[in-house]
């Protein structure tokens, strides 16, 4: 009797693989065209001024540029970076730099027809009450595709993100704060890792370069650092891969335009063997 | 050794940018006709960050074993799918990030099976075919680019684990989000 049940329990599971299968087949076929829609702005500022005074509001447009009707919605989140530079996000009200009390979004449900574009409002409800600045992401986010039991597999949507930055006007501040020379991680190459912070009340938009310098002070060459963004009181890493060099000592000058009245910059020597 | 360099020379820079030229007037009085009067003015325009993200599918089926001899000795086998295909429209730099709406998959058992969680970690998503990293309902960048008219089209991949031991019968499915932002 159990050897008969855990037979048809074999079987079972082989019939519905085979089904599964089956369903492959149909989710190759081309799926139908869908709705995709486009945002004019990525990104909303309100600049903080002292004394504090009310802001105007913002807005972006949502357009459908598909050709049916489709639904938009937009949510509001969290979000920062990590060290490395990948936007995380949270849910509203939970890191300290949340814009979630105070940004207000309308409307935040969107039907547009094919080809229809559409407002959305952004403002401040309480500009004293962020004086120190805040963050959020606005998701503007069209439907899945509706489930169906007959279908397995993955449905998708796209999204966009605004972001909306509340900071204090003024210039932007920022250090390294460390720099060391090591291995690249399961390599024999040598990477020179920096620390950079921003200090300063808003965020900043950086770039550099490191001079790989002689002993006699002549430049060797130099190794770009490709543009990375830091929100206030973050801190970034920041890595820079040595080409291959002739055997000797050098010194690594790292210099970081993160636009303010100064360039962030620090040095280390390297031993090439 | 750390030290802070004073950037002189581009705040100089700077300034002369930002100046804002002011209300200019010119009037002539000479019957002189090669006097000339010259108002310069200044044209001013704001570009908003303007990107777009184009996906090409809307579902996708993922490959399942069809049969139970498609497991290797350990119970255990392997697929790869064919995904969408996206791109971008960007006055700035991107980047294309996806995540998962949970961290299991949402099963529907067949009769007679049990439920199972599978998690969305037994998928791997790839945007060159060689280097896969699984999904996850953390947003993970899968794409990065700077200002484009159109960007290449970027074809995804998945792989897909699967245990005999694990894998109740039934249909999973599983939502997927793909996210434009600015960096």
Redesign the interface.
Known sequence: MILSLRLS?SL???R???A??A??V???T???A?A?V??????LAFALSSPVAAMAPQE?HVTN?GAARTQVTINLQDWDRSET?????APPGTLPQSCRAHVKVFPTVLQLEAGASAAVRVWLDDAAAVSSGCYT?L?V?TP??P?S?????????????V?VYVEQQGQPTA???D?TVSPLRGSSVLSLELGYRNVGARQTIARGVVEVRRPDNTVATTIPIA???TLPGATRRLSAALPPLPRGTYVLLA?I?FG?????????QAEIR | ???????LA??AALTGVGSVAGAQSCSIASTNNSVNCTVSTTLSTTV????????N????????????TDFNASGLFSSTT???NFQVKSNR?Y?V?VST?AATF?H?P?T??ASYAKPVAN?QISTDGTNFSALST????IASGSATALSTVTSVN?KTAYD?TKDQ???????????????
């Open positions: 329990q079972l599971r082989v519905l693989i085979r599964a299968a369903g492959l149909l989710g190759l081309p799926s139908a869908r995709q486009s945002v004019d702005a990525l990104e972006f540029d530079g990948e936007n995380r996000y992401i998701f986010e899945k595709p489930p039991s007959a279908n397995s597999g993955l449905r998708y949507s796209l999204r966009y993100g972001k250090e390294l704060f720099a543009e990375f963004y210099m335009d303010g009245a100064e360039i962030a910059a620090a040095q280390v | 050794m750390k030290r802070s360099i004073q950037l581009l705040s908003a960050s303007l990107m777009n993200l184009t996906l599918g809307t579902t996708v089926t993922l490959v399942a074993p069809s049969a139970v064919t995904g969408p730099s980047r990030q709406d949402s529907t067949a007679g099976a998928v953390v947003a993970a960048d998945y005999i019968p039934g249909s999973y499915t599983l939502g997927v989000t793909f996210t434009l932002i600015a960096p």
